[in-house]
């Protein structure tokens, strides 16, 4: 039998995620933390490499897995330059992009450097799939109203592709041929539009609906105000709409089952701005239809929120008239990524090469 045995590398701000598959089965998984103060030895985001990987390896031995055992090793997708979905195979220019050249400084951009080193050791090809910026957005679908300011495509690529994906398996549709819309409802809610095997437009939680952590499209008048008030500075002005925007504008939380538990008690507030919310995605899954003349053929609700039967109910209720609504709930980024790997290893899908 082949080996399937993969490893699952995802770096985030102060965690690195690790998990071990054999097929498509996981074997266990694991969140190593990284304290603040920890991290305050190191000048760049790409300087913690050795740290991270010194830990997983350590981690591995914890668990007694061998780094040899492993068929393929898969790391988190950082900010390249725009690519294409699926895999790719990791190499020494997509490593030096991610180390001096990225699109932005992001824990991700380490997933790539670290599968390599460790393929390296053992003789195995590293990759990286769905990225986080994926960019296969029609052209048209990129122009706004001022010239030189486009729509950004970079999202929750890696869950939205998928939960599609799952949806076609479940269905025994094929991917290619059908018109997906899929919400992702996080911390951001992003909505994009997968189109006969490609993601061809996006609403991310820059210009969509407001989300527990992100303001969302806000009023653009309003917000020119903000900025120029003297107020904020440009940090504070950015993490009023990344960290502080949204409903931890309103509650101090982004903890959607306080906000759930609010509603459920009779806080109005609460009430108002969980429909809103609500309303608002299914605003964002509307304006996306058009893009395919409402030729949908499902629409996916995944990610965290998507387990509220309130807030689901509400998406259903306003969305419903565009296509079915199909529910596959949480963030299942470790499984994509050890699935994307295994397609290539069964020779289903081929990796590019970063160019």
Not at 130 to 144: C, P, Q
Not at 178 to 197: C, D, P, Y
Not at 262 to 283: Q, R, S
């Amino acid at each position: 039998m082949a080996n399937e045995k993969i490893l699952v590398i995802n770096p985030g701000s102060t965690s690195t995620k690790i998990a071990v598959y054999i097929a498509d089965e996981q074997q266990w998984i694991e969140s190593i933390s990284h304290s603040l103060d920890e991290l305050k030895a190191y000048a760049t985001i790409y300087d913690q490499l050795d740290m991270r990987k010194n830990l997983i390896e350590a981690s591995l031995a914890a668990h007694g897995d061998e780094l040899s055992s492993f068929a393929a090793i898969v790391g988190r997708g950082g900010a390249l330059p725009p690519v294409k979905t699926g895999a790719y195979e990791v190499n020494d220019r997509m490593v030096d992009t991610l180390r001096f050249h990225p699109v932005d400084q992001h824990a991700s951009n380490l997933g790539a450097g670290i599968a390599y080193e460790l393929a390296k050791q053992i003789g195995v090809k590293a990759y990286i799939y769905d990225a986080i910026t994926v960019d296969e957005m029609t052209e048209v679908n990129k122009i706004t109203g001022l010239k030189g300011v486009r729509v950004p495509a970079k999202g929750h690529n890696l869950n939205t592709r998928a939960a599609a994906l799952k949806l076609c398996a479940d269905k025994g549709i094929d991917y290619n041929k059908v018109n997906i819309i899929v919400a992702h409802l996080g911390g951001g809610i992003t909505v994009n539009l997968h189109s006969n095997g490609q993601i061809i437009d996006f609403f991310n939680d820059e210009i969509g609906t407001f989300a527990p952590e992100r303001a969302g499209g806000l009023p653009t008048y309003a917000l020119v105000d903000m900025c120029y008030s003297g107020k904020y500075t440009k940090e504070e002005m950015m993490k009023q709409l990344q960290r502080k925007g949204g409903v931890i504008s309103y509650f101090g939380t982004a903890d959607m089952r306080e906000v759930e538990k609010m509603v459920n008690e009779g806080n109005k507030e609460a009430e108002l701005v969980f429909e809103a919310m609500a309303l608002n995605t299914a605003k964002t899954i509307a304006r996306i239809a058009p893009s395919v003349d409402g030729k949908v053929d499902y629409i996916v609700l995944t990610g965290g929120l998507a387990y509220s039967d309130i807030f689901v109910d509400s998406i259903k209720k306003h969305a419903g008239f565009i296509g079915p609504i199909e529910i596959i709930p949480g963030e299942n980024e470790m499984k994509a990524l050890a699935e994307g790997t295994l397609r290539v290893l069964r020779g289903e899908e081929k990796a590019r090469i970063y160019e």
